[in-house]
Each structure stands twice: as structure tokens, then as C-alpha cells.
């Protein structure tokens, strides 16, 4: 059973840094890509970034390219997500999801963690 847990979000003013973390409960990420998902209110999940786990070959949404930076610790198995320069439209619910097709589609992560809030301020 693969679970993923979150952590690191809260309220931050715009211009500052959060670095969200993804602890992945599996036995081997042979394979996986790690991906950053965001959902704000009334507003569709929007694809952040994703990492492949062996290689970390490393691919970004629009939005946050240039400013947030997705890695991995495969020892610890936790992914990070390292969020500067923060924007008032950052806010949203940051998931971390995993799965085996390195594409931007929610429907291609399998396994996901239940969000941590991100907020903010102007």
C-alpha cells in the first residue's frame, strides 16, 4: 500500500519561500515520477512539476518555472518541493502524487497525499 503524506505548507507573504516535502511510503521508486500538483479554489488541479526518481530528470508547469525547484531524497524516499519568490496566486492545496508516465495529467499519478494549504499574502 503506497502512501504519501505533506507537509510544510502555510501562510507566507508574497516574495517569501516555503519548501513543501512528499514522505512516500514504498518499497522501491524503480520507475516513479514524482509529481507537484495545485488546486485553488474553484479552479482545476493545475500541474506544478514533476521529477523522474532515478534520474531526476526535472520538468515544470509555466507559472512556476524559474521559481520553485522539485528534488528528491532517495534514501529518506521524501520528495521536496522548494518554493521561492511566492505569488498571492500560488495560493492553493500543494499535492504530491506518484506515478509511472512521465506526463502533466492528474489522471497519470496514481497515488496521491491529501494536500497541505499554501496561502499567500499580499
Known sequence: QVQLAESGGG?????????????????SFSSYY???????????????????????????GDSVKGRFTISRDSAKTTGYLQMNSLKPEDTAVYYCAIGRIPGILASYFG????????TVAS
Open 11 to 27: 501562510l507566507v507573504q508574497a516574495g517569501g519561500s516555503l519548501r513543501l516535502s512528499c514522505a512516500a511510503s514504498v518499497r
Open 34 to 60: 514524482l509529481g507537484w500538483f495545485r488546486q485553488a479554489p474553484g479552479k482545476e488541479r493545475e500541474f506544478v512539476a514533476r521529477i523522474n526518481w532515478e534520474d531526476t530528470n526535472t520538468y515544470y
Open 111 to 118: 497515488y496521491w497525499g491529501q494536500g497541505t494549504q499554501v
